[in-house]
């Protein structure tokens, strides 16, 4: 007969050991919580402006490898178009040449160091020095030039591979910089997300705060519009006069990082674009930029000069007067007035 046995019940202490388990898992959970408290509003703007301050950096870093590539580019291009041409003109002698030999043959009196050429490397014939006297005076001169020809074909097509090489390489960086760029602001983004809608309001409403302030900053006779007062400096020169007109031209329009104009510019796309306008050529980054001409002191600016800021030069505009810059300042900002005090200055540049 089969037997009823009760199932076995969990022992007491086995219980008590899986509860005080369960309690010291929640306790971690909470300390680790209170140990991890949700960012400020304020530690969510500081990582942020760090993070927009990185992109500028990756920025400049993107835009010198974008002309470093389009410069390649056009020696590439070049050199394949020189090779092209080489390459025809070879053709060309080797087929003066070979008519020559087929005449000979055809006489029966085609010259064999000239039936040797034909059928292998002139470099090699020619290091047969010991057979050039066999050949007539035209036929030598014929094979030299080829010779030349061709030495100077494998010389560009040497050349030529090594600019595409640098090429490729300069394209994979601009790649990375260009990912580089994107995780920055995605970062930021992200960042920003986390805050609730007021709290994002109210960090871009001091910001446009702060921003109207130094744009009015000694207002004197400004009527509380947006343009401060820049004092009575007058530019250095008409080139400098024209470049700051155009720059004022396009206050409100949009940073966006690799932009050039005409309706959004990232710093040194900015400045670049200004100066083209009034008839002036000047490189595409900050740092190139900073070498466009003579280097002054904040003392010396003057209306329309560049200003540099960073120690590694990564933020540049153009200074408007009256300890006042204007330019595109980073990620999520547009075209505008601010103090040069805003930045750590580090010298002028008049072009």
């Not at 140990?35 to 010198?64: C, G, I, R």
């Not at 250095?236 to 006069?241: I, K, L, N, T, V």
């Not at 510019?265 to 900015?270: K, M, P, V």
């Not at 408007?320 to 595109?328: D, E, F, P, W, Y």
Request: net charge positive; hydrophobic share 35%; with cysteine.
């Amino acid at each position: 007969m089969a037997s009823h046995r009760r199932p076995k019940q969990p022992s007491r202490t086995r219980v008590t050991v899986l509860t005080a388990t369960a309690a010291a898992a929640v306790a971690l959970s909470s300390q680790a919580a209170q140990a991890a408290p949700k960012p400020t509003k304020q530690d969510v703007k500081t990582e942020v402006d760090k993070l927009y301050e990185q992109a500028e950096q990756a920025t400049e870093k993107y835009n010198a490898a974008k002309e470093n590539q389009e410069k390649l580019q056009k020696e590439v291009d070049g050199l394949q178009d020189k090779v092209a041409r080489g390459q025809g003109e070879l053709n060309q002698l080797r087929k003066s040449l070979g008519e020559v030999a087929s005449g000979q043959y055809r006489s029966g009196s085609i010259d064999p160091s000239v039936q040797l050429f034909l059928s292998g490397d002139p470099d090699t014939y020619l290091d047969k020095a010991a057979t050039l006297d066999q050949l007539s005076g035209q036929q030598a001169d014929q094979l030299k030039t080829i010779a030349d020809k061709q030495r100077q074909l494998a010389q560009q097509r040497q050349e030529a591979a090594s600019k595409i090489k640098d090429l490729t390489d300069t394209r994979e960086a601009l790649g990375e910089k260009k990912d580089e760029i994107k995780g920055k602001l995605a970062k930021a983004q992200e960042l920003l997300n986390s805050l609730t809608a007021k709290e994002r309001a109210e960090i871009q409403a001091k910001e446009k705060a702060a921003q109207q302030k130094d744009a009015q900053r000694a207002s004197r006779g400004a009527g509380g519009g947006e343009r401060p007062d820049l004092g009575k400096d007058a530019p250095e020169s008409g080139r400098a006069a024209a470049a700051l007109a155009a720059a004022q031209s396009k206050i409100g329009s949009p940073y966006v990082w690799g932009a050039t104009g005409p309706s959004s510019f990232d710093c040194s796309g900015l400045t670049s674009w200004a100066y083209q306008q009034a008839g002036q050529s000047l490189p595409r980054t900050s740092q190139a930029q900073a070498n466009a001409g003579t280097r002054l002191s904040m003392s010396q600016l003057k209306p329309g000069d560049l200003v540099l800021f960073y120690g590694d030069l990564h933020h540049i505009g153009l200074y408007a007067g009256n300890g006042t810059v204007l330019h595109a300042p980073k990620p999520g900002a547009s075209v505008r007035y601010e103090s040069i005090n805003n930045m750590p200055f580090q010298f002028g540049v008049r072009v």
